[in-house]
Nanobody, 128 residues
Framework: QVQLVESGGDLVQPGGSLRLSCAQSGRTSDVFATAWFRQVPGKEREGVSAILHGRNPQRYYSSSVRGRFTISRDNVKKMVYLQMNNLRSEDTAVYYC????????????????????WGQGTQVTVSS
C-alpha cells in the first residue's frame, strides 16, 4: 500500500501558475505509474497527467492540459509534482494524486480504474 499526500492547491488568477506536490510513502518501490486526476462536483474524475516510474519516465497528458502542465518526479524525495501554467477557469477542481502498481496501456495511464492508491485531494481555484 502506498500513502499519498497532496499539497499546493490555492486560489490563483487566470493566466497564473501553481505547482502541486504529491508526497509518497509506504511501498513506493511497487509503483508503476503516478497520475494526477481532477474532479468537479457532478462530473466524473478526469485524468490530467501521468508519469511512469521506469528508468525512462514516459509522461502523458490530457489534451486539455498538454503544453500548459508538466509532470515530474523526484525519486530521492519520493515526490511527484504537477507544474500548472497559464491556468484557466476551467482548470478549477479538486486535484488528486494516485498510484498504480500494475502495468497499464497508454490509454490506461489516465483511467482512474488503473490506480489503487489515492490521496485526499487539494483544491485549485482559478478566478479573478
Amino acid at each position: 500500500q502506498v500513502q499519498l499526500v497532496e499539497s499546493g492547491g490555492d486560489l490563483v488568477q487566470p493566466g497564473g501558475s501553481l505547482r502541486l506536490s504529491c508526497a509518497q510513502s509506504g511501498r513506493t518501490s511497487d509503483v508503476f505509474a503516478t497520475a494526477w486526476f481532477r474532479q468537479v462536483p457532478g462530473k466524473e474524475r478526469e485524468g490530467v497527467s501521468a508519469i511512469l516510474h521506469g528508468r525512462n519516465p514516459q509522461r502523458y497528458y490530457s489534451s486539455s492540459v498538454r503544453g500548459r502542465f508538466t509532470i515530474s518526479r523526484d525519486n530521492v524525495k519520493k515526490m511527484v509534482y504537477l507544474q500548472m501554467n497559464n491556468l484557466r477557469s476551467e482548470d478549477t477542481a479538486v486535484y488528486y494524486c494516485a498510484t498504480g502498481t500494475e502495468s497499464m496501456t497508454i490509454a490506461g495511464t489516465l483511467d482512474p480504474e488503473s490506480y489503487d492508491s489515492w490521496g485526499q485531494g487539494t483544491q485549485v481555484t482559478v478566478s479573478s
